[in-house]
């Protein structure tokens, strides 16, 4: 209850800042980070939501990815994961026009080998996704970084 109202509190600092938020942002995402990795769904999809807020309110989507990229390395799964289902969510949102792929696919190739299957599926579905938005070259790019070509 208390992660979702102080995420309630931080979603009308946006709303109300709107673009003068860009200088927090690297503040608040660790936390957000964190609360992706929270026991309740609801606290994990409203930290999502307040992240895809940041994109379209704040900051473009690349700068609050650049900072977001840390999550891919979390020590929670489910914050790993989280971070996965996020960059489905701005592909599907903004696409990949406004983001710098080649930054972001070699984290989700690392995630491939995660010991948590959930993690792994999240990683498969952010670079099916990247692959629809992009096309073949992330196919050459996966084969370059020795993903086997069936995967």
Known sequence: QVALLGLDVLGAFVDRLSGRFKSYIGTILPPLIDRMGDAKDQVREQA????LKLMEEAAPPMYVWERLVVGFKH???RSREGVCLCLTATL???GAQS???SKLVPHLCVL???SNSQVRDAAILAIVEVYRHVGEKVR???NKRGIPPGR
């Open 92 to 94: 599907n949102t903004y």
């Open 48 to 51: 999502q939501n307040l992240i």
């Open 140 to 142: 050459i790019d996966l």
């Open 99 to 101: 983001l710098i792929l």
């Open 75 to 77: 020590k929670n799964y």
């Open 112 to 114: 491939f080998g995660d």
